[in-house]
């Protein structure tokens, strides 16, 4: 157990549908990181936020957006659902915001899009 | 630009053999982060293992080690004495200084059979 935790664990839905995945990173972690990953694209880095404030974007659709709330827990959002967006989304989170820190994962949400 | 390559995509052993996960990376910074990150049938992401880019010692902990070099770009790791419970995807990572982002391999994917 990693110490990040996601909800929910599956998510179905249709087209053109928004929805919306949560994040609480290890206790202490400030950053989260959120990757996305099918089979046709592999793993993804899509997010980043740090205390509350954006750090780094990925590839991230503009029907994709994220925020990191007070309490440092993290939400994607994701609207206008596409057939193409099914993949497990995965939620990451570390220490601080440096590239020598490993990134510690959550389960994943597996979200498919019928 | 960042670029992590694990040539192979699939593996099959069986239980006892030994088995090396080869990983190549490109990128321009002289100071960066290599990982190992395991996902097993279950579908969570675990940290196996971080080097950065100024420590060439190869390491050993159990039955993993790992094995990097600079001069070829690559940083393998090898499982000895292979077990049913080894059986997984494994990634390799790359993270650059001032970009925490993870670039990951497309993923090698270990069976190994009792």
């Known amino acids: 157990d990693s110490g990040v935790t996601q909800t929910p664990k599956h998510l179905i839905t249709a087209t053109g549908q928004r929805v919306t995945l949560r994040c609480s990173p290890r206790?202490?972690?400030?950053?989260v990181y959120w990757y996305q990953q099918s089979l046709d694209q592999g793993l993804q880095f899509l997010i980043q936020?740090?205390?509350?404030?954006?750090?780094a974007k990925g590839n991230i659709l503009e029907r994709f957006s994220a925020q990191q709330f007070p309490d440092l827990h993290s939400e994607l959002n994701l609207s206008s659902l596409e057939l193409g967006d099914s993949a497990l989304y995965f939620c990451?989170?570390?220490?601080?915001?440096?590239?020598?820190?490993?990134?510690?994962f959550g389960p994943g949400t597996r979200l498919t899009v019928l | 630009a960042q670029k992590v390559t694990q040539a192979q995509t699939e593996i099959s052993v069986v239980e006892k053999e030994d088995v090396t996960l080869d990983c190549v990376y490109e990128?321009?910074?002289?100071?960066?982060?290599l990982f190992w990150y395991k996902q097993p049938p279950s579908g969570e992401l675990v940290f196996l293992i971080r080097?950065?880019?100024?420590?060439?010692q190869n390491e050993i902990s159990g039955r993993y080690s790992w094995n990097f070099q600079k001069s070829t770009s690559s940083f393998n790791f090898t499982i000895t004495a292979s077990q049913v419970v080894d059986s997984a995807v494994y990634f390799c990572?790359?993270?650059?200084?001032?970009?925490?982002?993870?670039?990951f391999g497309k993923g090698m994917k270990l069976t190994v059979n009792p």
């Open positions: 990451a989170s570390s220490v601080v915001a440096s590239g020598y820190n490993e990134q510690f």
């Open positions: 206790s202490g972690d400030l950053s």
């Open positions: 936020y740090y205390n509350g404030e954006e750090r």
């Open positions: 990128t321009r910074d002289t100071t960066y982060y």
């Open positions: 080097r950065n880019s100024f420590d060439e």
């Open positions: 990572a790359l993270s650059e200084a001032g970009s925490e982002k993870l670039v």
